[in-house]
């Protein structure tokens, strides 16, 4: 039995040859909300339902792949968490320039997964500078890019606002409310001819509502993620690159649910009697990551090619619960 990798890119240039989605085929394919989570969907050896954005790769768990976003590894990049684990990812399709898709035998700097490897890059600024403005079946968006400093450096901004509370509040469908957000910017910045700086800073927040006047039931939940990191990319020679990530993550999850109810109940010996039930949940959870990783690439040879490095991670995670429950 011979097993070898499989291996897709996506918007991205490189001499080997690959299936490749364009940016126009990934704009034009049937999908929910414009994401690329569920463009990515068409590649062989990858599955996923309609309702949701998480996809699997050979049979595997969706937990079992490595997302990441310029060199950060990203943790639950969704939103509407409540409907089908994630229906949308956090990352705006007008923001991404490349992606590439490894579905086995991937190197080891990928380590601690078991699927693949989904590795985004951002979109590289246009140097004409732009400021766009758009709307679709779901969101509404905004982008500026360009260059300053004679080339040397450049922005990019995305933010998106889903409107799927206003929709259903014109709807008269008022008793649910899910609204989301997300936004992202880069900068990026030549210090010479080797070493190249960036900052990154990515924001995704959701915020869902539900109440059922008739019976009282109320049920909230807030999710967010918060990244920022800084990239450095140096070219140590012709044979030699690196880069350096420093992190900072951290992802929050917030519940709200109460249920009271008034009985009244008439007996020969009391007329009325007035009776109260009910119960309240909150939870709050939060979780932080600090991280540190090096990459280098050392090309000995044509034929001999060397990758060795190291990454550091700190996680922490805080869990508040309180339940009250009367009958």
Same mark, same amino acid.
């Given at each position: 039995?011979?097993?070898? =990798?499989?291996?897709? #890119?996506?918007?991205?240039?490189? =001499?080997v040859r690959r299936q490749t989605l364009s940016k126009e085929d990934i704009h034009t394919l049937p999908q929910l909300g414009e994401d690329i989570y569920r463009a990515i969907?068409? @590649? =062989?050896?990858?599955?996923?339902?309609? /309702?949701?954005?998480?996809?699997?790769?050979?049979?595997?768990?969706h937990e079992e792949v490595l997302v990441m976003l310029d060199g950060l590894e990203m943790y639950e990049p969704f939103h509407l968490k409540d409907i089908y684990g994630g229906? @949308?990812?956090?990352?705006?399709?007008?923001?991404?320039?490349? !992606?590439?898709?490894?579905?086995?035998? /991937?190197? #080891?700097?990928?380590?601690?997964?078991?699927?693949?490897?989904?590795?985004?890059?951002?979109?590289?600024?246009?140097?004409?500078?732009?400021?766009?403005?758009?709307?679709?079946?779901?969101?509404?968006?905004?982008?500026?890019?360009?260059?300053?400093?004679?080339?040397?450096?450049?922005?990019?901004?995305?933010?998106?606002?889903?409107?799927? $509370?206003?929709?259903?509040?014109?709807?008269?469908?008022?008793?649910?409310?899910?609204?989301?957000?997300?936004?992202? #910017?880069?900068?990026?910045?030549? @210090?010479?001819?080797?070493?190249?700086?960036? #900052?990154h800073i990515l924001r995704a927040d959701d915020d869902l509502e539900f109440e059922e006047n008739e019976d009282g039931d109320i049920a909230i939940t807030d999710y967010a993620?918060?990244?920022?990191?800084?990239?450095?990319?140096?070219?140590?020679?012709?044979? @030699?690159?690196?880069?350096?990530?420093?992190?900072?993550?951290?992802?929050?999850?917030?519940?709200?649910?109460?249920?009271?109810?008034?009985?009244?109940?008439?007996? =020969?010996? !009391?007329?009325?009697?007035? $009776?109260?039930?009910?119960?309240? !949940?909150?939870?709050?959870?939060?979780?932080?990551?600090?991280?540190?990783?090096?990459?280098?690439?050392?090309?000995?040879?044509?034929?001999?090619?060397?990758?060795?490095?190291?990454?550091?991670?700190?996680?922490?995670?805080?869990?508040?619960?309180?339940?009250?429950?009367?009958?």
């Amino acid at each position: 039995i011979v097993v070898t =990798p499989g291996r897709f #890119a996506i918007m991205h240039e490189d =001499p080997v040859r690959r299936q490749t989605l364009s940016k126009e085929d990934i704009h034009t394919l049937p999908q929910l909300g414009e994401d690329i989570y569920r463009a990515i969907k068409r @590649l =062989p050896g990858i599955s996923g339902n309609d /309702f949701s954005a998480k996809f699997t790769v050979r049979g595997g768990e969706h937990e079992e792949v490595l997302v990441m976003l310029d060199g950060l590894e990203m943790y639950e990049p969704f939103h509407l968490k409540d409907i089908y684990g994630g229906a @949308l990812s956090i990352v705006d399709v007008v923001a991404i320039g490349g !992606i590439d898709m490894m579905t086995g035998a /991937f190197p #080891a700097q990928y380590g601690n997964h078991m699927s693949g490897v989904f590795d985004i890059s951002s979109v590289k600024p246009n140097p004409r500078g732009r400021t766009a403005v758009g709307i679709s079946l779901m969101n509404a968006r905004f982008l500026t890019e360009g260059q300053f400093d004679d080339g040397r450096g450049s922005w990019f901004v995305s933010a998106r606002r889903g409107y799927l $509370d206003i929709v259903l509040s014109l709807m008269n469908e008022e008793d649910l409310s899910p609204s989301y957000y997300d936004v992202m #910017a880069k900068t990026e910045y030549r @210090l010479s001819d080797r070493h190249s700086l960036s #900052a990154h800073i990515l924001r995704a927040d959701d915020d869902l509502e539900f109440e059922e006047n008739e019976d009282g039931d109320i049920a909230i939940t807030d999710y967010a993620n918060t990244y920022g990191w800084l990239r450095l990319r140096s070219s140590l020679g012709a044979k @030699l690159n690196a880069q350096t990530v420093l992190s900072l993550g951290q992802a929050t999850d917030g519940r709200l649910g109460t249920d009271f109810r008034t009985i009244f109940i008439t007996t =020969p010996q !009391i007329r009325r009697k007035i $009776d109260l039930t009910g119960f309240e !949940i909150r939870e709050e959870r939060s979780f932080n990551v600090a991280g540190l990783r090096q990459d280098w690439n050392w090309k000995a040879s044509e034929r001999q090619h060397l990758n060795f490095g190291f990454a550091a991670r700190r996680l922490t995670s805080d869990f508040d619960y309180f339940n009250w429950d009367l009958q």
